[in-house]
C-alpha cells in the first residue's frame, strides 16, 4: 500500500466514463487533461496489467488532483445521462468491432456512473457525506476506490487508441478484472447510503428449503 | 446430527429483502432461493463489500446480486437487487 493510505482524505476519485466524453467532446478542460495524463495513457496502452500502477502515479501527483478537482466541478454542472450512454455506447461500439465481449463490466462501469450522478444530483449533500464518512472510517479502502476509478480512466481513453484486437483483448482483461472490485464499491455505497434500521429487522427465518418456499 | 433436509445455518430474512424478492419473477425466485439455500448449506462464498461493510458479501445470480451477511450459524439476506443500468 502506498504513502498516500496513510493521508486522513484519499484523493478525490474521477468519474471513468465521464472522462471519456470528455476526451471524446475535446473540450478545453479535457485537451489538457489529455495532454497531462498522455505518457501515463501511452504506458497503459503498451501494457494494460499495469494500469494499477500508472494510477496510484497520477494519484500522488498534486497537478493532477488539481486537474481532477476541474473535472469534478466540469461533471456537476455539464454531465447528463445521455451523454454518459453515449460515451459508453462509443467504447462499447469499439470492442464489439473487434469482436472483444465487454459488456457484463461496461454494464458495471455504467451502473455505477449512473448511481453516483443521480445521487450527486439527488442530494448532493447526502451523497458527499457518505463518502467523506467511507474515507474517515476506512481511508485505505477509499485510497483502492480512486485507483480503480483512475486506472479505469486510462484504461478506457488508452482502448480508443488500441489498433489491434490483442491489444483490446488485453485491456478489456484489466477492465474486468478492475469492474470487479468496482462493483463491490457500488453496492457499499448503495448499502451506505440506505441504511434503515426498521428495514433490517429480520421479518422471517428458515431453516430448511420447505421454509424457504414461504417468502 | 442434523437431518439432511435442514440447513447447516438458519437463514435470516428481512423487510428490506422481502419486498425487493417479492417482485421478481417466478424463475428469478427459484433461482434465487436455489442460491440461499448453497449458502444455507455452506457450499458457497461471496465477496465481501468495502469499508464498515465488509461483514456484508455477495453473489451473482445473473444480472441480480444477493447481498447477505454471515453470523455465526446464521445466514442474514441484507437485499437482492439487479444491475442498474436502466433509464429511470
Known sequence: MSSQAALAIPPPPPSPIQALYGTLAKT???????????????????????????????????KFLYLLSMLSQDAALTISEDKLRKAYGCVRGRFKEFGVDIEDPMEIILEHELWRLRR???????????????????????????????????????????????????????????????????????????????????????????????? | MTPSNEFKHKVEIPKRFMRSFKPLSEETKQRVREKIQELAMGHITGKSLEGKYKNLKRIRIGIYRLIYGEKPCVIYLYDIKPIETAYI
Open chain 1, 120 to 215: 450527486i444530483r439527488k442530494n448532493f449533500d447526502k451523497f458527499t457525506t457518505m463518502l467523506l464518512n467511507f474515507a474517515a472510517e476506512s481511508p485505505e479502502d477509499a485510497y483502492r476506490y480512486a485507483v480503480i476509478s483512475t486506472a479505469l480512466t486510462l484504461l478506457l481513453i488508452a482502448s480508443l487508441n488500441a489498433k489491434t484486437r490483442e491489444k483490446l483483448e488485453s485491456i478489456a482483461n484489466k477492465i474486468k478484472e478492475l469492474t470487479d472490485e468496482l462493483e463491490l464499491y457500488t453496492l457499499t455505497f448503495m448499502v451506505a447510503l440506505k441504511e434503515n434500521e426498521e428495514e433490517n429487522k429480520v421479518a422471517i427465518t428458515a431453516e430448511s428449503p420447505e421454509e424457504l418456499r414461504k417468502p
Open chain 1, 28 to 62: 478545453r478542460l479535457y485537451n489538457t487533461f489529455l495532454e497531462y495524463a498522455r505518457p501515463y495513457i501511452e504506458h497503459v496502452l503498451n501494457e494494460p496489467k499495469a494500469a494499477g500502477e500508472e494510477a496510484q502515479k497520477l494519484l500522488n501527483d498534486t
